[in-house]
């Protein structure tokens, strides 16, 4: 059965920096795509990074510059790097992982950024 666990969220003031990790584990198959989403309260979960076996990475515009993703193939991980963090960040943030056809979803970290 395969499991998405992220860890790493916490309470930040403006400006911090935060580094989420995830570990997809419980597949033979590589993630072809890992990435993180979050949702704010009273919002939709959106798209913050993707990072593709291939290297290939997408980021959400409100993050570029701030966020770094990063994988380990070798163990499944991917990892998010925060930097400058604003209030705006606030969130649940999840690791995704699409293994073959399918989506795995972890539990989600929460990332709060208030002075």
């Known amino acids: 059965q395969v499991q998405v666990v992220e860890s790493g969220g916490g309470l930040v003031q403006p400006g911090g920096s935060l580094r989420l990790s995830c570990a997809a584990s419980?597949?033979?198959?590589?993630?072809?795509?890992m990435g993180w989403y979050r949702q704010a309260p009273g919002k939709q979960r959106e798209l913050v990074a993707t990072?593709?076996?291939?290297?290939?990475?997408n980021y959400a515009d409100s993050v570029k510059g701030r966020f770094t993703i990063s994988r380990d193939n070798s163990n499944n991980t991917a990892y998010l790097q925060m930097n400058n963090l604003k209030p705006e960040d606030t969130a649940v943030y999840y690791c995704n992982a699409q293994i073959v056809q399918y989506n795995y979803w972890g539990q989600g970290t929460q990332v709060t950024v208030s002075s």
């Open positions: 419980g597949s033979v198959f590589r993630p072809r795509v």
């Open positions: 990072m593709t076996n291939g290297g290939a990475i």
